[in-house]
């Protein structure tokens, strides 16, 4: 794999060039982009919304053709052979074209139909690729009816079927829980470790950046930053901490310290918040806050927060963002006692208990298939119970849903606006669909459109958005009516650091202003942002409280969880070791 210690080169882009028509805008996707990715080793690449990485990607397997530059791969080059360059790579897209309604060993023959794998060669090959990704006991299942990280398995196993020498995956983890994620990257590993293939793997988690061995850095179509992960937080010592205060709640907090000079990043961890400075601790005493400094170690994720500081837009005034909250009685906005669901015999949600307060962040956690879903779309009036209890803002939804509806704001995993209509339309659309009229509709739809940073973007059609900014407009949308609750279903999925820093920062101003907010999400990170948060898995609530308490619950021998992501891991490895004895 290796030469001299130098590894051979899997692929090579020369001055790559690429632009889209979007409307009336002129997008520069590319921008004299020049990089190689070595072979034998994971490669990722990350950047903001908008950096080029899909593009990249699509240009590499010859789907696209660039304005300028030379792509090659195992010294092929593409613009010439593309041809030849696909059948000596394989490609996983961010939405996979998996067939639902045919099974998983249905999928698997069409695609090893497609890439002409002999008939001879193609019973081992399966045999290895369902032992690799755990699939063997669902080869009869439509592909329809598994889980969001089967899927992803699926897919991979089906751009398998023909072993590629380079594999280019475009967020393969993105809506999938952390049991699962570790799951795919411990089989992306064992590509590289035993078949000695190459990957370059895009990916807005940054935690998963820390496991390539090599990273590149896009911004703005350009080459950022290139080096192992390490070398992106070299110069950072003595310039990450962690701050706690006992007088301040922690979204209080981080938004006094997001205003220190020279602060670079701020970001809720666990009941502080971990700051990156430009040099040496914050000044807490200049910033009137009573609270403790700790050093902490720098992580990759800092380092890419110092590569982008220069170049982040200026945070958004969100004054004109928050809106009055009816006050009520003091009692729980959102009372859920012993909630079924079932579909025939199954269980779906199984007599779960909780309460969440006015103004109070909650989160429901869990694996594919553990009930989260079901359970959100009974809270949102869709759905009815089999049994138990349900009230939102002190309204039956088994009474009176449409009521309930009313007052609620919701935001889907999928962006469920209209494509083909501009950002303007789409909220217009929506103001007019939430009783709004004349005026108030003129004025509500401008307040938001200045308060998350689309004015800009008015006559831009929706479906031609990046990621971020489609998520601006969702959100947007669901609080034209100036709801009491909030609901936000997997809203960071697949979102870049920046975009999923600034949304945060939005929910809190709501939760501060009286909002009361549900979240669900597969990234444990984001949680932290949780006053507090229920862990479900079978249908069931295996735990509930702050992030803190969860950390604590899954613990060993009085010892807390490392993160929130393994106590999350460690209760459901837990609660599976119970149920099987």
Not at 174 to 180: R, T
Request: proline fraction near 4%; glycine fraction near 10%; hydrophobic fraction near 40%.
């Amino acid at each position: 794999m290796t030469d001299s210690g130098e590894a051979a080169i899997a692929l090579a882009a020369t001055g790559v060039s690429k632009t889209f028509q979007a409307g009336k805008r002129r997008v520069q996707a590319l921008q004299d982009l020049s990089l190689e990715v070595r072979h034998g080793r994971i490669t990722g690449l990350v950047g903001p919304d908008g950096a080029g990485k899909t593009t990249f990607m699509r240009l590499t397997a010859g789907l696209l053709l660039p304005d300028t530059g030379d792509i090659s791969v195992m010294d092929i080059d593409v613009l010439r052979e593309p041809l030849k360059v696909q059948a000596a790579l394989g490609y996983m897209p961010q939405r996979f074209g998996l067939y639902e309604d045919l099974t998983v060993q249905e999928n698997l023959d069409l695609y090893a139909d497609l890439q002409n794998v002999p008939l001879a060669e193609r019973a081992e090959r399966y045999a290895g690729l369902m032992h690799m990704t755990g699939l063997a006991p669902f080869t009869a299942r439509q592909a329809g009816r598994l889980s969001g990280g089967m899927k992803q398995k699926l897919g991979l196993a089906c751009v398998l079927v023909r072993p590629p020498r380079l594999l280019l995956l475009d967020e393969p983890t993105v809506g999938v829980d952390p049991v699962s994620r570790r799951e795919l990257w411990s089989i992306i590993q064992r590509l590289v470790d035993d078949q000695g293939m190459s990957v370059l793997l895009s990916t807005a988690y940054l935690d998963e950046a820390e496991r390539c061995q090599e990273v590149l850095l896009l911004h703005e179509g350009r080459l950022l930053g290139r080096g192992a992960p390490s070398d992106f937080t070299r110069d950072l010592r003595g310039r990450t901490y962690t701050v706690t205060s006992g007088s301040l709640g922690k979204r209080n907090l981080q938004e006094c310290l997001a205003r220190a000079p020279g602060l670079v990043d701020a970001v809720i961890q666990g009941d502080g918040v971990r700051v990156v400075t430009g040099d040496g601790p914050p000044d807490l005493a200049a910033l009137g806050v009573d609270g403790e400094i700790t050093p902490v170690e720098p992580r990759f994720e800092d380092g890419f927060m110092v590569a982008l500081h220069t170049r982040q837009p200026e945070r958004e005034d969100l004054n004109t963002l928050t809106h009055d909250v009816r006050a009520g009685d003091g009692s729980a906005v959102i009372r859920v006692d012993k909630l079924q669901r079932r579909f025939g015999s199954f269980y779906a949600v199984r007599d779960i208990s909780f309460d969440v307060g006015r103004g109070e962040v909650f989160g429901l956690l869990g694996a594919n298939g553990a009930g989260k879903s079901t359970t959100f779309r009974m809270l949102c009036g869709l759905l009815p119970p089999s049994g138990g209890q349900l009230s939102v803002a002190g309204v039956d939804l088994r009474r009176a849903a449409a009521t309930a509806r009313a007052r609620i704001g919701y935001m889907s995993q999928k962006f469920s606006l209209y494509g083909n209509l501009t950002v303007a339309e789409n909220l217009r659309f929506f103001a007019s669909a939430y009783g709004l009229k004349g005026r108030a509709r003129t004025a509500r739809v401008g307040a938001l459109t200045d308060a998350f940073g689309l004015s800009e973007l008015g006559d831009a059609n929706s479906a031609d958005l990046s990621l971020g900014y489609k998520q601006r407009l969702a959100l947007a949308a669901a609080l034209l009516h100036e709801p009491d609750i909030l609901f936000l279903d997997e809203p960071t999925s697949g979102v870049d650091p920046l975009a999923r820093r600034e949304f945060w920062r939005r929910i809190n101003t709501l939760a501060e202003a009286g909002v009361t907010v549900l979240v669900t999400t597969h990234f444990m990170e984001e949680a932290e942002y949780c006053d507090r948060l229920a862990i479900m898995d079978a249908g069931s609530i295996l735990a509930l409280g702050t992030p803190e308490e969860v950390k604590q619950r899954a613990g060993k021998d009085g010892t807390p969880a490392a993160s929130l992501e393994q106590a999350f891991i460690d209760l459901l490895q837990r609660h599976d070791q119970e149920a099987a004895a």
